[in-house]
């Protein structure tokens, strides 16, 4: 099955074509930049009303190009991809209904299924998928989210959750005080390296964490004169360890032996490390799928839309209004089965 997926919850106008047959996904992507600040909405809505029909354009050329042999020449060749799967939320609302009019669009011009995908259940699944992993947890670190989730009885269940913001969203926010361009995460990984401790906020209860406190901390250190350096690189240490710190809660509290990373922080070596040795020291096993799935990117959107098709789970174009704030614990899963824990 060869399945498009496009992407556009933010700030990814993304289109990729995944084969099941050959697992491979080509993935095209037109990022939006904002000029000063962070993500602006309308801007950003803006940015996909231009650069989605050209992704999807750029998508449906290459599968065209790589149609298997047997529908070429054909008299009423098979159409370039066999259904159509798109973000449906969580996400800016106004981005979110671009991707869906033109998900709607080019599934009715090719008359296949279309599919409306969780975009964290998304994130999610591509590193389930690329471990091999039976019933892991999974730490979703991306910008507008930070949760763990793992399965149980047909849906993801939400193990812990930040109680203010997104992590990437925080860190952007820290970054923007110091007048750095969009997106903060990676400067501060970069800034990080030449750091050394100082203490700030470490908030976490139970399995809850918060950022709030930490990045008006930050902020302040740096307004009082302690080196950039070392703010970045306590704010790694910290954040990341309380995503470790409630990683490991969720495993012990699960009994999993499989942690996966999803989310665009999850590209921060800092983090990974840390997860990995956590991970080591109690025989669990660590996956972080390749950054350009870990990153919004519409290949995630592709692979989970063509699991969710083989297992009839489609959306009917009356049925694919857009969700916003769709929760991934809100999903039903159809594309597992029972005995999985
Ligand atoms: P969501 O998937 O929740 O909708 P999102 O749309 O903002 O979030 P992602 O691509 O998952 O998108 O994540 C983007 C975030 O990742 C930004 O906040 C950015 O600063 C952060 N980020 C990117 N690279 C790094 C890095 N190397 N270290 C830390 N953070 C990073």
New binding site residues.
């Given amino acids: 099955m060869r399945v498009l997926g496009i992407e556009g ?4 106008a993304s289109a990729a074509v995944h084969d099941t047959g050959t697992d491979a996904t080509r993935i095209f992507t037109d990022a939006y930049q904002p000029e000063s600040g962070g993500i602006h909405p309308r801007e950003a809505a803006e940015h996909m009303r231009e650069a989605v029909p050209q992704v999807v354009a750029e998508a449906l050329d290459h599968a065209r190009e790589t149609a298997p042999d047997d529908r070429e020449g054909d008299e009423s060749p098979s159409p370039p991809v066999d259904a159509v799967a798109f973000s449906r939320g969580p ?1 800016l609302g106004p981005c979110l209904r671009i991707v869906a009019t033109a998900a709607r669009t080019v599934a009715q011009r090719l008359d296949v299924p279309l599919v409306g995908v969780n ?1 964290m259940l998304a ?1 999610l699944e591509i590193g389930r998928a690329s471990a091999g992993f039976s019933s892991p947890v999974c730490l979703n670190a ?4 930070a949760h763990l989730l793992g399965y149980h009885g047909g849906r993801y269940r939400m193990l812990g959750e930040t109680m203010d913001t ?1 992590v ?2 925080a ?2 926010k820290f970054t923007r005080h110091l007048d750095w361009s969009h ?4 400067k ?2 970069e800034a990080a390296k030449d750091g050394e401790y100082v203490d700030l906020p470490y908030v976490v209860k139970g399995m809850e964490f918060s950022f709030s406190g930490i990045m008006s901390a930050a902020k302040q250190a740096v307004d009082e004169g302690v080196p950039v350096e070392d703010v970045c690189f306590s704010l790694q240490e910290h954040v990341f360890g309380m995503l470790t710190e409630v990683a490991e809660r969720a495993l012990s509290l699960t009994g999993s032996d499989e942690l996966v990373l999803g ?3 999850g ?2 070596g800092r983090l990974r490390e840390m997860l990995s040795e956590m991970c080591d020291q109690r025989g669990a096993s660590f996956h972080a799928p390749e950054p350009r799935f870990l ?2 990117n519409a290949g995630m959107i592709a692979v989970l839309g063509a699991t969710m098709a083989a297992a009839g789970d489609t959306t009917a174009v009356e049925d694919s209004r857009v969700r916003p704030n769709w929760r991934p614990d809100d999903v039903p899963v159809t594309w597992r089965s029972d005995e999985d824990v």
Avoid: F, L, Y
Wanted: hydrophobic share 25%.
């Fill in positions: 919850t933010a700030w990814a996400g975009h994130h991306s910008g507008a989210n997104g990437g969203n860190i952007d997106p903060g995460g990676p501060v990984e989310g665009g922080v590209q921060n990153r919004d």
